[in-house]
Each structure stands twice: as structure tokens, then as C-alpha cells.
């Protein structure tokens, strides 16, 4: 039975892209502050070339993690399995993407969204107020930026039931849903 798309919920990339802005300042305050409350501006003297070189190459691969995070969690849950999975560039803003092309369950859209804000962006800001590192707390602060795109993706599935099933938009950020009639039983 062929899958019917009912209802287009997206936006464009830079649209997504102006919205994420939004987060910078909020993101800033929940990670820094708790930060230099916890720690001082201590924190701030052991800064080295050395260490910001390495934290550049650190993010430079972790971009490719980010993605790697969404199609992990994609490919093991949604319809199609991980050869469902497109990885590329959108080539207006530059944006690496992680694009499944099966159809899926609400909750796996959010899971395989928030997946990389979690592990990249909130599990490192939170170990830096256990262990006093700048760079850890910098790099959750860049990561969470940089899931912004994922957590607007998130946010408009907010309206729907977790067992809803979609199809993400191919080339906005969003998705299609599907038809509750032509849904029964295919995912």
C-alpha cells in the first residue's frame, strides 16, 4: 500500500537558520553562567594555542558525529533501516544534513533530532561543571547552537502524537505527515 503525504510541515533552511539565532544569547547564559559560578574566571587562565588548535579540529570532526548521531538513531528506527539514509550539503548555507527517506514515527523524528544536543551539546556542558573545563563547556555551547536547525525540527512535531507517522522533508527542514487511513500497519 503506497503511502499517501497529507500535510507539509517545514520551513526553509534559512529560515530555520534566522530562528536558530534566537539561541544563541539563551544558550550562552544556561551554559556560562552556571559555568563561572561554579568555577571563576579560573577557568579562563589555562587557555593555550595548543588547546584552542585542538578544539578546532575537535568540532571540525565532531560536525561529522553530529550527523553520524542522526543517522544512527534514523537508521535504526525508521521504515528502510540505515540504507534509507542520504548524507550532504545544502548548498545555500553550507549546512551538512543527515536526510532518512522512510517513513517513521513521531518519536523517532524527535529522538534522531535531539540526538546530537544531547550527546554533543548537553552531556559536555554538564561534565564542565563537574570538572572545571572551559573546553568542554565551549564545545556544549557550540553544539547546542548547532543543533538549533534539529531543535526547531523537533519543536514542529509538537502538535503531534508520538506514534504519528511522517517523512522528513527532502530538502526543507520539516516533514510530511501521513495519512492516518493510509498509515495502518505500514510502519
Known amino acids: 500500500m503506497s503511502q499517501k503525504l497529507v500535510n507539509e510541515v517545514s520551513m526553509t533552511i534559512e529560515e530555520a537558520g534566522r530562528r536558530a539565532l534566537k539561541m544563541v544569547v539563551p544558550f550562552l547564559f544556561i551554559s556560562a553562567i552556571p559555568f563561572f559560578l561554579i568555577h571563576g574566571w579560573a577557568a579562563v587562565r589555562v587557555?593555550?594555542?595548543?588547546?584552542?588548535?585542538?578544539?578546532?579540529?575537535?568540532?571540525?570532526?565532531?560536525?561529522?558525529?553530529?550527523?553520524?548521531?542522526?543517522?544512527?538513531?534514523?537508521?535504526?528506527?525508521?521504515?528502510?533501516?540505515?540504507?534509507?539514509?542520504?548524507?550532504?550539503?545544502?548548498?545555500?548555507?553550507?549546512?551538512?544534513?543527515?536526510?532518512?527517506?522512510?517513513?517513521?514515527?513521531?518519536?523517532?523524528?524527535?529522538?534522531g533530532a535531539l540526538g546530537p544536543l544531547v550527546i554533543l551539546g548537553i552531556v559536555p556542558t554538564l561534565v564542565s561543571f563537574f570538572n572545571g573545563n572551559i573546553g568542554y563547556m565551549f564545545f556544549g555551547y557550540l553544539f547546542s547552537i548547532a543543533a538549533g536547525g534539529d531543535i526547531?525540527?523537533?519543536?514542529?512535531?509538537?502538535?503531534?502524537?508520538?506514534?504519528?507517522?511522517?517523512?522528513?522533508?527532502?530538502?526543507?527542514?520539516?516533514?510530511?505527515?501521513?495519512?492516518?487511513?493510509?498509515?495502518?500497519?505500514?510502519v
Open 152 to 186: 526547531i525540527s523537533a519543536w514542529l512535531t509538537r502538535h503531534l502524537s508520538a506514534g504519528d507517522i511522517i517523512k522528513d522533508h527532502s530538502s526543507k527542514l520539516g516533514f510530511y505527515i501521513i495519512s492516518k487511513d493510509e498509515m495502518r500497519g505500514n
Open 47 to 111: 587557555i593555550s594555542m595548543q588547546g584552542v588548535g585542538l578544539f578546532f579540529l575537535v568540532s571540525l570532526v565532531a560536525i561529522v558525529i553530529h550527523e553520524l548521531i542522526h543517522a544512527l538513531f534514523f537508521g535504526l528506527f525508521s521504515q528502510g533501516g540505515f540504507s534509507s539514509i542520504r548524507f550532504g550539503i545544502d548548498h545555500k548555507t553550507f549546512s551538512p544534513y543527515c536526510h532518512p527517506t522512510g517513513y517513521m514515527k513521531v518519536w523517532v523524528y524527535r529522538l
